[in-house]
């Protein structure tokens, strides 16, 4: 299998977020893969090249500065068709999900979204991924030699360091429709650790009451161990979050080696985006929460006594 | 301004989802069935584009079985204007699903599609970009704000990184993200009034559509449970746990 690796870049940057799409390909065509890093005057490229793929091709185009579908999907599709990629692959995020649709339908290729495993038998490729927001994990069988997949980042974690990849610069093609046009961004940043590739995520839910208590709670123990914040949804609607914290069915995936649940109640939606994390603690004051029937260690008190209290005894303890 | 928006047929957000008994699907005996609730979000914004006099016409537009009409009528009674079902009882996958809409899109010759981002069931996220590709518009997924002015649409995107705003000219095809909007409640009296708004059914071999589904679902199983653990009296013995026994932190 050739596979074709996009890379997550805004336009100006490369996105570690690139990492689990790197690790499939090392699992499943460790011998043959290209990485494919679209922006403009792009920064960061040498992230990509520690990893043993045959080269890392930039395109750099002014009009591919910002991560626009509409001027990204022909330049992926001219690539992918090019090396003759019998596999288009990227990590699950809305960049992939909005971009490799759009390269699919292009190239009339069937698709898999956010798979946990792939195996080929009898000359298929059969994929495992979650339906029913993550309740339940269909097997599909692809026909065809061609396929655009998006990976779920933790189920395949971080590559190996392995030989030194060529990069080279690839021209754009000619015809990159400009009708889409982009005007801003807000919000992300913070200064902390990216959500999804974190190792440590605090999460705090609903009875937060506002930006400020979320920010010196969850936002002050997320800090005392190096973490990235999360928030549920009921969290973010009622305006004490942002957006971009959700983590969930509508949100994000994470799977960090610790996820601390501070007052969630812990719905099925909420556990789509997290039950895969390896220790789970939850810190509520109902004892009958059903965030605890997935935690590895309850503690049944009130946030405003024992968070102040934890993030005090992991600072002067040094983690 | 016309607007075209797909509704597709799902089990129920709130109802509970088991593998059936040989795995090759889910249980559906006396599954309660509901409009995908993006599509809803979606609709209900060409609904209020409409009532803000920006847009003239609503069209919903389903593919699938017969019992897909009952999606469709509800779709009527939030207030679209007629409904096209697109009858087939193959087993569709999203590449076919686009090709039908585009070919119903072609037919109808709208100024703006609405469609949810993804659908509950499968959440493959993937039907508008490929529709988009298909038909060479401009796209703008997960949709929380749009705004239509001078035949071009500027929209709010909630995506991982913050919400981006980016403009297009129409048509388009944007897809709707949960905040978008609530939709409006529909009470079964208006169910009952929208039997009279036009629903109309094709095949795809009308449109001149012929699909091939290449991505299968051949197992449904249940994910690994997660057991409950212990229960820690205090922090001083949760530092300790993560410490020694986790090994956390
Ligand atoms: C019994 C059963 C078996 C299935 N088996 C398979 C299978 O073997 N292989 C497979 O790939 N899929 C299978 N599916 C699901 C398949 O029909 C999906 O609908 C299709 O693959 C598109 O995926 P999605 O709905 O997740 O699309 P998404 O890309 O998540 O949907 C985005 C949007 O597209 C629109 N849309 C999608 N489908 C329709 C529709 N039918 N009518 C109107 N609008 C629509 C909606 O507006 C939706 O919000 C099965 C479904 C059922 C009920
Ligand atoms: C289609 C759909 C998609 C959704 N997607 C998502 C999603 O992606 N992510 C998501 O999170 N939700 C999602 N939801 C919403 C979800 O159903 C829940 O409503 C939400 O997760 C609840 O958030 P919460 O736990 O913050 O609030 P609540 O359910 O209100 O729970 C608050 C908890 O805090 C505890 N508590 C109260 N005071 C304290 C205190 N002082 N100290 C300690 N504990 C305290 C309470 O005992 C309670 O258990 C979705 C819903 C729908 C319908």
Redesign the interface.
């Known amino acids: 299998m050739k596979v074709l690796i996009v890379a997550e870049t805004?336009g100006g940057r490369v996105s570690e977020?690139t990492l689990p799409a790197i690790a499939f390909a090392q699992q499943k065509s460790p011998e043959t893969f290209t990485i494919l890093a679209i922006g403009d005057n792009l920064q960061g490229v040498e992230m990509l090249t520690g990893y043993g793929a045959q080269a890392v091709l930039t395109v750099n185009h002014p009009a591919l500065a910002k991560p626009?579908?509409?001027r990204y999907?022909p330049v992926v599709a001219h690539y992918a068709q090019q090396l003759g990629a019998d596999a288009i692959v990227a990590t699950t995020?809305?960049?992939s999900?909005?971009?490799l649709?759009?390269?699919?339908?292009?190239l009339?290729?069937?698709?898999?979204?956010?798979i946990t495993a792939l195996e080929s038998a009898n000359g298929k490729l059969?994929a495992k991924r979650?339906?029913?927001?993550?309740?339940?994990?269909?097997?599909?069988?692809?026909?065809?030699s061609h396929v655009v997949m998006t990976v779920r980042g933790p189920a395949w974690g971080k590559p190996e360091p392995k030989g030194a990849s060529p990069v080279q610069n690839a021209e754009a093609p000619a015809d990159i429709?400009t009708?889409?046009?982009?005007?801003?961004?807000?919000?992300?940043g913070g200064g902390r650790p990216d959500l999804?590739q974190a190792r440590?995520v605090v999460s705090g839910g609903r009875p937060l009451k506002d930006p400020e208590t979320f920010e010196k709670y969850i936002g002050g123990l997320a800090d005392a161990?190096g973490g990235a914040v999360g928030a549920t949804?009921a969290a973010v609607?009622s305006g004490i979050a942002?957006?971009?914290l959700q983590v969930g069915q509508?949100g994000?995936t994470v799977a960090p080696?610790?996820y601390i649940a501070v007052a969630v109640s812990g719905s099925v939606q909420h556990l789509a985006g997290m039950?895969d994390s390896?220790?789970?603690?939850a810190i509520n004051t109902d004892p009958e929460a059903p965030i605890?029937?997935?935690?590895?260690?309850?503690?049944?008190?009130d946030l405003y006594q024992?968070v102040p209290?934890?993030t005090e005894?992991?600072k002067n303890?040094g983690? | 301004m016309k607007i075209l928006v797909s509704v597709k047929r799902v089990p129920d957000p709130y109802a509970k989802i088991s593998p059936n008994a040989t795995g090759t699907d889910i249980n559906r005996d006396g599954l309660q069935m509901a409009v995908n609730p993006f599509d809803e979000i979606a609709l209900e914004e060409a609904i209020r584009l409409k009532e803000a006099g920006k847009a003239t016409e609503v069209v919903a537009v389903s593919i699938g079985g017969a019992e897909s009409q009952e999606q469709l009528r509800t779709a009527l009674a939030m207030g679209a204007d007629r409904a096209i079902l697109v009858q087939t009882d193959e087993t569709l996958d999203a590449p076919s699903v686009a090709k039908i809409l585009a070919a119903v899109y072609r037919r109808e010759q709208p100024h703006l599609m609405l469609m949810g981002k993804q659908a509950i069931d499968m959440d493959e996220n993937q039907v508008g970009q490929m529709l988009a590709a298909i038909l060479d518009l401009p796209q703008a997924t997960f949709a929380s704000k749009i705004t239509i002015e001078n035949g071009s649409a500027t929209v709010e995107r909630e995506t991982d990184n913050g919400i981006e705003t980016i403009r297009m000219p129409l048509p388009a095809i944007i897809t709707a993200d949960l905040r978008l909007n609530e939709p409006r409640y529909v009470a079964l009296t208006g169910i009952v009034r929208a039997r009279s708004k036009p629903l109309e059914t094709i095949t795809p071999a009308d449109l001149g559509v012929q699909t091939r589904t290449r991505v299968r679902l051949t197992q449904v199983e249940a994910p690994p449970a997660r057991k409950a653990g212990k229960r820690v009296s205090d922090v001083h013995e949760l530092v300790r746990l993560l410490r020694e026994e986790a090994r956390v932190i």
């Open positions: 805004d977020k626009l579908a509409e999907a995020t809305t960049f999900r909005d971009l649709a759009r390269v699919a339908g292009l009339d290729a069937p698709m898999l979204s956010d059969v979650p339906i029913y927001s993550a309740n339940l994990i269909g097997t599909f069988e692809v026909e065809g429709p009708r889409s046009e982009w005007l801003s961004l807000q919000g992300g999804t440590v161990l949804r609607d942002p957006n971009e509508t994000k080696e610790l039950k390896k220790v789970i603690v605890f029937q997935v935690a590895d260690y309850g503690l049944v008190a024992v209290e934890l005894l992991l303890s983690s």
